[in-house]
């Protein structure tokens, strides 16, 4: 009877999922539609978009898990720098100038701002096979995400539960476009608040936590465990999650992408207050609830071949005997972490397939495709771009939280110099780009090879076990490589180091 409850409540959600593709499957008749809309969202829409594309079951399950049970409650400030730094100040200093920069000189992608941004159509094909590669490990790891949850709650087979994902996904993206994801994440949005919010209040005052003194009963578990007062390692280690994943929010295209329809700076200022206070609630009650864990366990769950696995630590703690969780609010734990996943997954794929078909294929390969088919191409690389995930999902290839932080190192450490860098300083150029870029990429894979080799040489078993550490350090090499080399193109007077004057000049059209 309980299990019937919870379907009945995914089935409510699929149904409207499936509607908002249908309703806005007319309006995306035609690629620029299909891929940033009409231009005009509203504040609400958008920020609710931006939130529900940053938070999906790979920090409500991967991150809270392995964060919560090895930092405990200092997990929490991960999702107040998620909140402060990767909704606040990315709102505050890219949100006006992205919006005002693609809507004049009507960009639809990150590499079309790329190569007019630094005239390079080779910078514009690089950025797009950037995007497709390695946004696929980062959807692999939302997939991994749900599954976990799905398989221990409904005890449907792993397999099954990812491609159930990845169906719904499908759908209603491939139906509507950028206006389903946009409609569709709205409601996400006031979903996972709702969710989190009765979650929140449930776990906090029902027994073993039982409000305050159980929060004592926890912080004595962390000074047995040793987590009470983290050492250098510790610190270290929890630095780096909140530097990559705050800022490195801040280089990664369908982050970005939601700033482009934003209707106008009064909407800006809007989103910005909402952006944050969403960031607030989702991400840093998934930190907590994952620090609650260790009221519910002595220790973490063990893989097949004894290791502890991080990632079943939320999944397993939800339907944990003493927890009592009622099965509708169960349902609803589901629908929030599917709504999650089901808006990241959209954005995520929206961005990889409108890269490839727009800025390589039609923009390089087949500049005489037409809009229809370049349309018609986009929808069938969503498809492949689900599928390709999908695969990469089921061989669970590293814990979510390594896979994720892989994918974010690398297209954070590519993107976030030459993007944030070509917003505000004019002194930016083609050298300086490059060398951010190819260098940025170059760190983050050369520094996770050096760890994971040994690894796989030792076990068998590829693992990337310092990759949000390799991610901080791909951005941080990137910024330093992009300052440097503009600085040396310029004063050596090299053709890469020629400024682009007219990406600033704002037309009497669109002042």
Not at 311 to 319: G, K, Q, S, Y
Request: aromatic share 12%.
């Amino acid at each position: 009877m309980g299990n019937w409850i919870i379907y009945v409540v995914i089935a409510l959600y699929a149904v409207l999922m499936l509607a908002t593709g249908l309703v806005t499957a007319k309006k995306a008749d035609s690629i620029e539609n299909f891929t940033v809309g009409g231009r005009n969202a509203g504040a609400w829409i958008t920020a609710l978009s931006y939130g529900a594309t940053y938070f999906s079951a790979v920090v409500m399950i991967g991150y809270a898990g392995n964060s919560g049970w090895n930092f405990g409650f200092w997990a929490v400030l991960i999702g107040l720098g998620n909140a402060l730094i990767g909704s606040m100040l990315a709102w505050f200093i890219l949100a006006r100038r992205t919006r005002e920069v693609t809507q004049r000189l009507k960009i639809s992608s990150m590499p079309q701002l790329f190569e007019k941004r630094y005239q390079s159509k080779n910078m514009k094909i690089f950025s797009a096979l950037i995007i497709f590669v390695f946004m696929i490990p980062y959807s692999a790891s939302v997939y991994t995400g749900l599954g976990y949850l799905c398989e221990q709650v409904l005890h449907i087979p792993y397999e099954v539960c990812t491609a159930i994902i990845a169906i719904a996904a499908a759908i209603s993206l491939v139906l509507g476009g950028y206006l389903a994801t946009l409609k569709a994440d709205f409601v996400q949005g006031l979903i996972m608040i709702v969710g989190v919010i009765i979650l929140l209040v449930y776990m906090t005052f029902h027994a073993p936590v039982n409000g305050v003194e159980g929060l004592t009963e926890i912080w004595n578990k962390m000074k047995d465990s040793g987590i009470a007062y983290l050492d250098g390692t510790q610190t270290k280690n929890l630095i780096a999650l909140i530097l990559l994943t705050s800022i490195g929010t801040w280089g990664l295209p369908q982050m970005i992408h939601k700033f482009y329809g934003i209707k106008d700076d009064d909407e800006v200022k809007r989103g910005t207050i909402i952006s944050t206070f969403f960031a607030l609630l989702i991400s840093g009650g998934a930190y907590y609830i994952g620090s609650l864990s260790r009221a519910f366990m002595d220790s973490p769950p063990l893989t097949a071949s004894g290791a502890p696995d991080f990632d079943a630590v939320v999944p397993t703690m939800l339907i944990d005997s003493t927890l009592q969780l009622p099965t509708l609010l169960l349902g609803i734990v589901l629908v929030l972490i599917l709504s999650a996943s089901v808006s990241t997954l959209s954005g995520l794929t929206l961005t990889s397939a409108s890269s490839v078909s727009m800025d390589l294929i039609h923009g390089t390969l087949a500049p005489n495709m037409s809009k229809k088919n370049t349309l018609l191409l986009t929808r069938i690389l969503c498809f492949a771009f689900i599928a390709f995930s999908y695969v990469v999902a089921v061989f669970k290839i590293d814990a979510i939280i390594n896979l994720m932080s892989f994918s974010w190192g690398a297209i954070a450490g590519s993107f976030l110099a030459p993007y944030l860098l070509s917003l505000y300083w004019k002194g930016m150029n083609r050298a300086g780009a490059w060398a951010g870029m190819a260098g940025g990429l170059i760190l983050c894979i050369g520094l996770n090879l050096i760890d994971a080799i040994p690894i796989l040489m030792d076990t068998g078993i590829f693992k990337l076990p310092n990759a949000p550490i390799n991610g901080v350090i791909a951005m941080a090499g990137s910024m330093v490589l992009s300052v440097v080399f503009s600085l040396v193109a310029r004063s050596f007077q090299w053709k890469s180091g020629a400024k682009n004057d007219a990406f600033y000049q704002k037309t009497a059209d669109s002042q």
